[in-house]
């Protein structure tokens, strides 16, 4: 999961991975959104 975070190959894999993280944990999954905004914006 942290590496499509860390390495996003394309933005529907990124949505994909948060669809997921969502289903299965919120906090983590919005925590998992900021920082790869961050690493987005870097």
Do not use: G, H, N
Not at 21 to 41: A, F, G, N, P
């Amino acid at each position: 999961m942290k590496v499509i975070f860390y390495c996003p190959k394309r933005a529907d894999d990124i949505l994909k991975a948060s669809m997921e993280y969502q289903s299965t944990d919120y906090k983590r999954r919005y925590i998992s959104w900021k920082e790869m905004k961050v690493i987005l914006l870097m």
